[in-house]
């Protein structure tokens, strides 16, 4: 287990997520993988592509991310789990990625949110 990069997983994690601040096109970008899909809450599969035209729309959130886990899947791939919720909602969102060390820099290749409650 590396603390540093587990904590750096819970960075990058909160900044795709919009935790405080609004993230540009751009940014977004480079923490994406080129084959990265995303199962989102709401049942839609999104594509790379779809997921960067569409957060120039989305509003950073007060968002809480309790039980932030790293399970190490090889020297260059994680996989993070954490449960989210977003302030003044009501329910949680169970939330997974896959991480993959490209180079020297993270990015993430998958993500799923399942919402519970």
């Not at 790379?48 to 090889?74: G, N, T, Y």
Request: glycine fraction near 8%.
């Amino acid at each position: 287990m590396s603390k540093a990069r587990d904590e750096m997983l819970f960075e990058l994690e909160q900044r795709l997520a919009q935790v405080g601040r609004k993230l540009s096109a751009d940014e977004a970008s480079a923490l994406m993988a080129e084959d990265f899909v995303e199962f989102g809450s709401s049942g839609k599969v999104w594509s790379r592509a779809e997921i960067i035209a569409a957060i120039s729309e989305w509003q950073p959130m007060e968002r809480i991310i309790e039980d932030f886990r790293v399970r190490e899947l090889s020297t260059s791939v994680c996989l993070v789990s954490y449960k989210s919720s977003a302030s003044g909602r009501s329910g949680y969102a169970l939330r997974s990625s896959i991480w993959r060390n490209e180079g020297g820099t993270w990015r993430i290749v998958f993500h799923q949110g399942t919402v519970v409650g």
